[in-house]
């Protein structure tokens, strides 16, 4: 049974670029969310998708967006990338309606902005 | 959501128990404790969760008291392996809002010397 799956592993871009990040939730979940973590710091919540649409979103500004697809996996796309935008990306997913399960996460995507 | 404190770092040697307590004064009633574990360049893992009193699964024990505005994780007999950073989060996981939006603090590095 995999669990969530992140590619690519590592990414590195310079500023302004555009980037894409993907994930494959854990077979069985539906929603997903994506979370940024700086080096030395815990993960910050961006936004979740469930049925193919946005349904909560942190403290994030346009430029990050996202995509859910009918497999249930995601994007995650960041534009006009800052040297801050370097970081863990990560990826976790869940059943939407189990409440009982907590969120499964992958091991991220490790972008640097050079 | 509860805003939690923890200990920045802790050190322990292998084979002794390590007890890693979170404040979380603020507590709401529907809110449960969440613990999440997390290794170098990997993704948080889910160790265990509780609402009262203690609960205790193959690899931890968390301990809440009767006011919930604290609650303690513990681990048996350490070893190497278990060198990482350990999240304490509070919400109210069971609501699908608050379940697919984590809130994380900056967690506390266990280190584990031989």
């Known amino acids: 049974d995999a669990g969530v799956t992140q590619s690519p592993t590592h990414l590195i871009k310079t500023r302004g670029q555009q980037v894409t990040l993907r994930c494959s939730p854990k077979?069985?979940?539906?929603?997903v969310s994506w979370y940024q973590q700086a080096l030395g710091q815990g993960p910050q919540f961006i936004f979740q998708?469930?049925?193919?649409?946005?349904?909560q979103r942190g403290n994030f500004p346009d430029r990050f967006s996202g995509h859910q697809f009918p497999n249930y996996s995601s994007e995650l796309n960041v534009n006009a990338l800052l040297l801050g935008d370097s970081a863990l990306y990560l990826c976790a997913s869940r059943i939407f309606r189990d409440r009982k399960q907590p969120q499964h996460f992958g091991d991220g995507t490790r972008l640097s902005i050079l | 959501l509860a805003k939690t404190t923890q200990p920045i770092s802790m050190d322990s040697y292998e084979g002794q128990e390590v007890n890693i307590t979170c404040s979380h004064n603020n507590i709401a009633t529907n809110d449960y404790i969440t613990w999440y574990q997390q290794f170098p360049s990997q993704g948080p893992r889910f160790i265990i969760q509780g609402y009262k009193t203690k609960v205790t699964n193959e690899v931890a024990s968390l301990f809440i008291p009767a006011d919930r505005k604290s609650s303690t994780l513990s681990l048996p007999r350490v070893s190497l392996s278990d060198t990482a950073v350990y999240y304490c989060?509070?919400?109210?996981?069971?609501?699908?809002?608050?379940?697919?939006?984590?809130?994380f603090g900056g967690g506390t590095r266990l280190m584990v010397k031989p």
């Open positions: 989060l509070v919400g109210d996981m069971r609501n699908n809002n608050a379940g697919n939006m984590l809130t």
């Open positions: 998708y469930y049925e193919e649409e946005e349904r």
């Open positions: 077979s069985g979940h539906d929603t």
